[in-house]
């Protein structure tokens, strides 16, 4: 089967279409990749892309094709061209590349707009057209501070519609997506609910407490909407007790701020590491005796279910989150931790006393989550359905 596949982000940043990618090449699939030149999350583009550097490569047995764009940088405006440039260029030259696939798949986090490609190839190689929605559009732009009374708002809102309408097959990574697209932009019928799965390197850790104290961790990006300042003033709350350290893995464009905050708090209990390699990840996931997740209070956000959550359980931690919606519902069904409200750090430092606390709880936390995690979240069941779906899409595509 020969898939191209259509993402602003793939490696060396971080995001789960890489490893799909890969299990795809296992598989015995043609995968190209037209994706973007990567700045994620620093806003920098690395040496070796810059100019024409590296425009065409294989990474892993996948063919990856790159289209010109404007680095993020660290603002609104350069967040918003870098959107806008990748869309532009990536649809120019999907206009010149070959039409030989049998599926077009886009892996669509923000913006949806990187879906423009994907429908142009669409068009020119007559391949049903899958889509998988991440982030939810128009609803997203919340992240921006952009209002459904704006003009852009409304603008985008159109844009969205019309894309995700093209889709031949609409996949979800939330279930509370579902109705969203029903009452925003008239969906239905055309959706399926598909989580999305963990690294397999997050499996089978050996995670023997050999260290003195209680460590709590959140790793993954750290942006306006992950709130992870509320971990700060939770972790200022909780500075007289000398036997708690937060690890804070992960960059993004509210590091700094959120760096700030611990320096002015003087806070001696939390310790920010950057961005590591994926690889360098299950160190920390082993040494946690439990692991982080926030959110902001956004009414668009709390639909969404962190790709990290799905990670932590594959690890067999248990979690304490500050959050609501999804993962506040699917932490209840799993029984894996403590869920408090978000931007609530007050809840936040409660809930990690009380975990310390109630030690009888904590292997049952950490099996829950494991098993939840293979009850819902299996890889194997991932690509299944995926192979379903596209056998499904191309068959009806041939009718």
């Keep these: ?41 620093t806003g920098i583009i690395p ?6 550097k590296r425009r065409t490569e294989v990474i892993d047995g996948v063919k990856v094709i790159r289209s010109w764009l404007i680095p993020r940088g660290k603002g609104k405006l350069g967040l918003s061209l870098n959107y806008v440039s990748f869309a532009f260029s990536a649809a120019i030259k ?36 899958v889509l998988y929605c991440l982030d939810q559009w128009p609803a997203s732009l919340a992240a921006m501070n952009i209002t459904e009374e704006s003009l852009l708002y409304k603008i985008l809102s159109c844009v969205s519609r019309w894309i995700y309408k093209k889709a031949d097959r609409l996949l979800i990574s939330s279930r509370m997506f579902e109705n969203y697209f029903k009452k925003v932009h008239n969906i239905e019928g055309n959706v399926t609910y598909l989580p999305i799965y963990s690294e397999a390197l997050f499996e089978n850790l050996d995670c023997k407490k050999e260290h003195e104290g209680f460590h709590f961790v959140f790793a993954g990006n750290i942006g306006k909407m992950q709130s992870v300042d509320t971990i700060i003033k939770a972790a200022k709350l909780l500075e007289n007790h000398n036997n708690i ?64 959550v799905q990670t932590y359980m594959a690890a067999g ?10 993962t506040c519902l699917v932490m209840e069904e799993a029984g894996c931790g403590l869920c408090g409200e978000a931007m609530n750090e007050n809840a936040l430092a409660e809930n990690i006393l009380k975990f310390i606390n109630e030690p009888q709880h904590v292997q049952i936390y950490a099996g829950n989550s494991l098993r939840y995690y293979r009850e819902v979240f299996d890889k194997s069941r991932f690509f299944n359905v995926l192979t379903n779906i596209f056998n499904e899409v191309k068959k009806r595509g041939k009718n």
Aim: with cysteine; net charge negative.
């Design 1 to 41: 089967m020969k898939i191209l596949v259509v993402s602003q982000f793939f490696y060396p940043e971080q995001f789960r279409i890489n490893d799909i990618c890969r299990e795809w090449i296992d598989l015995q699939y043609d995968v190209t990749v037209l994706t973007g030149l990567p700045n994620y999350p």
């Design 47 to 52: 040496p070796e892309y810059k100019g024409r």
């Design 94 to 129: 999907a206009c010149f590349m070959k039409k030989e696939y049998d599926i077009v798949f886009c892996f669509q986090t923000s913006p949806v707009t990187m879906c423009l490609p994907a429908i142009i190839m669409k068009k020119r190689s007559k391949a049903p057209f």
């Design 245 to 308: 350290t937060f690890h804070i893995v992960g960059d993004g464009s509210a590091l700094t701020d959120v760096q700030e905050l611990a320096n002015e708090l003087e806070l001696g209990n939390t310790v920010f590491y950057g961005c590591l390699p994926i690889e360098k990840m299950p160190e920390f996931y082993a040494m946690a005796d439990a692991m982080l997740v926030t959110l902001s209070k956004d009414s668009y956000i709390t639909n969404t279910l962190p790709g990290k």
């Design 317 to 326: 931690k248990p979690i304490i989150a500050a959050i609501d919606g999804e």
